[in-house]
T-cell receptor
Framework: NAGVTQTPKFRVLKTGQSMTLLCAQD?????MYWYRQDPGMGLRLIHY???????AKGEVPDGYNVSRLKKQNFLLGLESAAPSQTSVYFC???????????????FGSGTRLTVV | AQTVTQSQPEMSVQEAETVTLSCTYD???????LFWYKQPPSRQMILVIR????KQQNATENRFSVNFQKAAKSFSLKISDSQLGDAAMYFC????????????WGAGTKLIIKP
Protein backbone atom coordinates (compact mmCIF):
# COMPACT_ATOMS: atom_id res chain seq x y z
CA ASN A 1 0.00 0.00 0.00
CA ALA A 2 1.66 3.18 -1.20
CA GLY A 3 -1.02 5.50 0.24
CA VAL A 4 -0.06 9.08 -0.60
CA THR A 5 3.21 9.67 -2.42
CA GLN A 6 4.81 13.08 -2.77
CA THR A 7 7.63 13.96 -5.11
CA PRO A 8 10.18 15.38 -4.73
CA LYS A 9 11.09 15.01 -1.06
CA PHE A 10 13.56 17.89 -1.08
CA ARG A 11 14.14 20.82 -3.40
CA VAL A 12 16.11 24.04 -3.44
CA LEU A 13 14.93 26.80 -5.77
CA LYS A 14 16.25 30.19 -6.66
CA THR A 15 13.92 33.15 -6.31
CA GLY A 16 11.81 33.46 -9.42
CA GLN A 17 12.11 29.84 -10.51
CA SER A 18 9.07 27.67 -11.00
CA MET A 19 8.35 24.13 -9.99
CA THR A 20 5.58 21.59 -9.58
CA LEU A 21 5.04 19.30 -6.61
CA LEU A 22 3.28 16.06 -7.38
CA CYS A 23 0.92 14.23 -5.06
CA ALA A 24 -0.38 10.78 -6.02
CA GLN A 25 -2.77 8.58 -4.06
CA ASP A 26 -3.82 5.03 -4.82
CA UNK A 27 -6.81 4.79 -2.45
CA UNK A 28 -9.43 6.19 -4.81
CA UNK A 29 -10.01 9.11 -2.46
CA UNK A 30 -12.24 11.93 -3.61
CA UNK A 31 -10.74 14.74 -1.56
CA MET A 32 -7.17 15.95 -1.76
CA TYR A 33 -5.42 18.81 0.01
CA TRP A 34 -2.19 20.76 -0.04
CA TYR A 35 -0.87 22.17 3.24
CA ARG A 36 2.22 24.05 4.20
CA GLN A 37 3.85 23.66 7.58
CA ASP A 38 5.91 26.42 9.11
CA PRO A 39 7.52 26.45 12.57
CA GLY A 40 5.12 27.45 15.33
CA MET A 41 2.15 27.76 12.97
CA GLY A 42 0.85 24.25 12.49
CA LEU A 43 -0.54 23.33 9.08
CA ARG A 44 -2.21 25.85 6.81
CA LEU A 45 -4.39 24.87 3.89
CA ILE A 46 -3.22 26.16 0.51
CA HIS A 47 -5.69 24.59 -1.93
CA TYR A 48 -7.93 21.60 -1.96
CA UNK A 49 -9.98 19.51 -4.36
CA UNK A 50 -13.25 17.69 -3.80
CA UNK A 51 -13.05 15.71 -7.03
CA UNK A 52 -11.42 15.32 -10.40
CA UNK A 53 -11.39 18.59 -12.32
CA UNK A 54 -12.29 20.74 -9.30
CA UNK A 55 -10.10 22.88 -7.09
CA ALA A 56 -10.70 25.52 -4.43
CA LYS A 57 -8.66 28.01 -2.44
CA GLY A 58 -7.74 27.43 1.14
CA GLU A 59 -6.35 29.74 3.78
CA VAL A 60 -3.08 30.74 2.06
CA PRO A 61 -3.50 30.32 -1.73
CA ASP A 62 -1.50 33.30 -3.01
CA GLY A 63 1.52 32.39 -5.10
CA TYR A 64 0.32 28.83 -5.74
CA ASN A 65 -1.75 27.10 -8.38
CA VAL A 66 -3.14 23.59 -8.44
CA SER A 67 -4.62 21.13 -10.87
CA ARG A 68 -6.53 17.87 -10.50
CA LEU A 69 -6.75 16.49 -14.00
CA LYS A 70 -6.82 12.91 -12.76
CA LYS A 71 -8.51 11.69 -9.61
CA GLN A 72 -5.34 10.16 -8.24
CA ASN A 73 -3.09 13.17 -8.78
CA PHE A 74 -3.05 16.63 -7.27
CA LEU A 75 -0.37 19.02 -8.48
CA LEU A 76 0.86 22.13 -6.68
CA GLY A 77 2.64 24.73 -8.76
CA LEU A 78 4.82 27.66 -7.84
CA GLU A 79 5.10 29.97 -10.84
CA SER A 80 7.68 32.37 -9.39
CA ALA A 81 9.14 31.12 -6.13
CA ALA A 82 9.77 33.55 -3.28
CA PRO A 83 11.75 33.06 -0.05
CA SER A 84 8.46 33.30 1.88
CA GLN A 85 7.48 30.01 0.27
CA THR A 86 10.26 28.18 2.04
CA SER A 87 8.34 25.55 3.97
CA VAL A 88 7.45 21.90 4.27
CA TYR A 89 4.55 20.98 2.01
CA PHE A 90 2.17 18.16 2.79
CA CYS A 91 -0.40 16.54 0.60
CA UNK A 92 -3.31 14.67 2.15
CA UNK A 93 -6.34 12.79 0.94
CA UNK A 94 -9.62 11.58 2.38
CA UNK A 95 -12.53 9.47 1.25
CA UNK A 96 -15.93 11.01 0.63
CA UNK A 97 -17.87 7.81 1.05
CA UNK A 98 -16.31 6.84 4.35
CA UNK A 99 -16.12 10.05 6.34
CA UNK A 100 -12.63 10.97 7.43
CA UNK A 101 -13.57 10.79 11.05
CA UNK A 102 -13.06 7.05 10.59
CA UNK A 103 -9.48 7.47 9.46
CA UNK A 104 -8.72 11.14 9.50
CA UNK A 105 -6.60 12.12 6.56
CA UNK A 106 -3.90 10.07 4.89
CA PHE A 107 -0.80 12.19 4.56
CA GLY A 108 2.20 12.07 2.29
CA SER A 109 5.66 12.28 3.82
CA GLY A 110 6.15 15.92 2.88
CA THR A 111 8.39 17.99 0.62
CA ARG A 112 10.95 20.32 2.13
CA LEU A 113 11.29 23.32 -0.16
CA THR A 114 13.92 26.00 0.28
CA VAL A 115 13.83 29.17 -1.81
CA VAL A 116 17.07 31.13 -1.82
CA ALA B 1 -14.45 30.86 12.05
CA GLN B 2 -13.14 28.02 14.12
CA THR B 3 -9.76 28.18 15.84
CA VAL B 4 -7.62 25.63 17.63
CA THR B 5 -5.14 26.57 20.34
CA GLN B 6 -2.35 24.50 21.82
CA SER B 7 -0.88 26.57 24.61
CA GLN B 8 2.12 24.33 25.34
CA PRO B 9 4.87 24.72 22.73
CA GLU B 10 6.92 22.04 24.47
CA MET B 11 6.39 19.40 27.14
CA SER B 12 8.73 16.86 28.66
CA VAL B 13 8.04 13.70 30.61
CA GLN B 14 10.05 10.92 32.17
CA GLU B 15 9.86 7.59 30.39
CA ALA B 16 7.05 5.38 31.78
CA GLU B 17 5.21 8.33 33.31
CA THR B 18 2.00 10.02 32.18
CA VAL B 19 1.73 13.32 30.34
CA THR B 20 -1.24 15.42 29.25
CA LEU B 21 -1.21 17.74 26.24
CA SER B 22 -3.75 20.54 26.14
CA CYS B 23 -5.95 21.70 23.28
CA THR B 24 -8.78 24.20 23.26
CA TYR B 25 -10.92 25.25 20.37
CA ASP B 26 -13.51 27.80 19.50
CA UNK B 27 -16.60 27.01 17.50
CA UNK B 28 -20.28 27.81 17.31
CA UNK B 29 -21.12 24.40 15.88
CA UNK B 30 -22.63 21.58 17.88
CA UNK B 31 -21.47 18.69 15.70
CA UNK B 32 -17.84 18.28 14.74
CA UNK B 33 -14.84 16.00 15.06
CA LEU B 34 -11.56 16.39 16.89
CA PHE B 35 -8.28 14.67 16.22
CA TRP B 36 -4.80 14.29 17.62
CA TYR B 37 -2.01 13.71 15.14
CA LYS B 38 1.56 12.75 15.86
CA GLN B 39 4.49 13.92 13.73
CA PRO B 40 7.79 12.17 14.55
CA PRO B 41 11.11 13.39 13.13
CA SER B 42 10.36 11.41 9.98
CA ARG B 43 7.75 14.12 9.22
CA GLN B 44 5.02 11.58 8.64
CA MET B 45 1.65 12.71 10.06
CA ILE B 46 0.06 9.86 11.99
CA LEU B 47 -3.49 9.84 13.32
CA VAL B 48 -3.39 9.06 17.05
CA ILE B 49 -6.98 9.36 18.17
CA ARG B 50 -10.29 10.91 17.16
CA UNK B 51 -13.39 12.05 18.98
CA UNK B 52 -16.91 12.70 17.71
CA UNK B 53 -18.49 15.69 19.43
CA UNK B 54 -21.84 13.95 19.81
CA LYS B 55 -20.27 11.17 21.86
CA GLN B 56 -19.98 11.78 25.57
CA GLN B 57 -17.60 8.90 26.09
CA ASN B 58 -13.94 9.83 25.83
CA ALA B 59 -12.02 8.05 23.08
CA THR B 60 -9.22 5.64 24.00
CA GLU B 61 -6.56 3.96 21.87
CA ASN B 62 -4.23 1.77 23.91
CA ARG B 63 -2.00 4.15 25.92
CA PHE B 64 -3.63 7.23 24.44
CA SER B 65 -6.85 8.71 25.76
CA VAL B 66 -8.61 12.03 25.57
CA ASN B 67 -10.47 14.21 28.03
CA PHE B 68 -13.20 15.82 25.95
CA GLN B 69 -15.02 18.65 27.69
CA LYS B 70 -17.53 19.94 25.15
CA ALA B 71 -18.90 22.80 27.22
CA ALA B 72 -15.40 24.03 27.98
CA LYS B 73 -14.28 23.37 24.37
CA SER B 74 -11.31 21.43 25.63
CA PHE B 75 -9.75 18.31 24.12
CA SER B 76 -6.64 17.14 25.96
CA LEU B 77 -4.55 14.10 25.13
CA LYS B 78 -3.22 11.84 27.86
CA ILE B 79 -0.32 9.51 27.13
CA SER B 80 0.20 6.82 29.74
CA ASP B 81 3.40 4.82 30.26
CA SER B 82 5.34 7.17 27.98
CA GLN B 83 7.83 5.53 25.66
CA LEU B 84 10.83 6.91 23.81
CA GLY B 85 8.96 6.37 20.56
CA ASP B 86 6.29 8.83 21.68
CA ALA B 87 8.72 11.72 21.22
CA ALA B 88 7.23 13.86 18.46
CA MET B 89 5.23 16.95 17.62
CA TYR B 90 1.57 16.52 18.51
CA PHE B 91 -1.11 18.45 16.69
CA CYS B 92 -4.71 18.93 17.66
CA UNK B 93 -7.16 19.39 14.78
CA UNK B 94 -10.82 20.25 14.35
CA UNK B 95 -13.09 19.24 11.51
CA UNK B 96 -16.29 21.03 10.77
CA UNK B 97 -19.34 19.29 9.42
CA UNK B 98 -19.23 21.07 6.10
CA UNK B 99 -18.81 19.22 2.85
CA UNK B 100 -15.13 19.60 2.11
CA UNK B 101 -13.74 17.96 5.23
CA UNK B 102 -11.15 20.61 5.92
CA UNK B 103 -9.14 20.34 9.11
CA UNK B 104 -8.20 23.31 11.27
CA TRP B 105 -4.94 22.81 13.10
CA GLY B 106 -3.30 23.93 16.29
CA ALA B 107 0.32 25.06 16.28
CA GLY B 108 1.56 21.85 17.87
CA THR B 109 3.27 20.70 21.05
CA LYS B 110 6.72 19.19 21.01
CA LEU B 111 6.88 16.21 23.38
CA ILE B 112 10.25 15.22 24.79
CA ILE B 113 10.69 11.88 26.52
CA LYS B 114 13.47 11.70 29.10
CA PRO B 115 15.04 8.24 29.46
Amino acid sequence: NAGVTQTPKFRVLKTGQSMTLLCAQDMNHEYMYWYRQDPGMGLRLIHYSVGEGTTAKGEVPDGYNVSRLKKQNFLLGLESAAPSQTSVYFCASSNRDRPPHYYGYTFGSGTRLTVV
Amino acid sequence: AQTVTQSQPEMSVQEAETVTLSCTYDTSESDYYLFWYKQPPSRQMILVIRQEAYKQQNATENRFSVNFQKAAKSFSLKISDSQLGDAAMYFCAYRSMDSNYQLIWGAGTKLIIKP
